[in-house]
């Protein structure tokens, strides 16, 4: 039996795996299900962290939990509730990118959590958010080459800032990202998201409740 949860491998320039992206999935369908994503990133954070080190240490190895946070998610404080040293906090793309939202990012970096931009846009409203990312996640599905080429060459040597190159489906793309000196790859050419059995999460979950 399946649990709500799937995790993808995050990889460094090593091909050495530092991290896995946490999925929310429903039923028996492998795909995001049509919720809301609070509700989501609800479930994959109760499921996995109410027992604190053992949950992220049967989940991921013990290594860092990327998550994704919707605006109202960052907004309410939500992440405030599980420890920063074992999750990644990645703001969706389709959040406002506004000043709530910046001064929310600024206190949870003052608090030890890391912050990723998931399927990042290079545009000038988002510009003045870069200095809180500790990861930029770039979309090879939906940007081009050419858009990918400009914001690496312009980022690449930020001090602290590491670049991912995500859905990487191909050997060429992988090359080609790891040529113009992405930090870390993510996507199907790599490994694809694996449905974690619900006997992996329910011991933890049972400690929770007795």
């Given amino acids: 039996m399946s649990s709500n949860i799937a ?36 479930i994959v954070l109760n499921d996995l962290f109410v027992s604190g080190k053992k949950s992220v240490k049967t989940v991921s190895d013990g290594q860092p939990c990327f998550v994704n946070f919707s605006y109202q998610s960052l907004i309410n404080g939500t992440a405030l509730n599980y420890p920063p040293k074992d999750l990644v906090i990645e703001v969706l793309e389709n959040c406002v990118p506004d000043t709530v939202l910046f001064d929310v990012l600024v206190d949870l970096k003052n608090r030890g959590y890391r912050i990723a ?5 290079p545009c000038d409203a988002w510009r003045p958010f870069l200095p809180l990312a500790d990861i930029v ?26 670049l991912l190159a995500e859905k990487i489906e191909t050997a060429e793309e992988l090359l080609f990202a790891r040529k113009l000196g992405f930090d870390l790859f993510q996507g199907y050419q790599l490994s694809k998201p694996e449905r974690i059995p619900f006997s992996d999460v329910a011991e933890h979950v049972a400690e929770h409740v007795a």
Wanted: charged share 30%; proline share 3%.
């Fill in 137 to 162: 996640k770039i979309d090879f599905r939906a940007l081009s080459h050419e858009t990918i080429s400009r914001f690496v060459l312009e980022y690449k040597s930020t001090p602290e800032l590491l």
């Fill in 7 to 42: 995790r993808q491998a995050i990889f460094n320039r090593q091909n050495q795996r530092i991290g896995y992206e946490l999925l929310f999935r429903d039923g028996r369908c492998d795909t995001f299900p049509l919720v809301a994503a609070e509700y989501a990133t609800e």
């Fill in 117 to 121: 931009f998931d399927d990042f846009n």
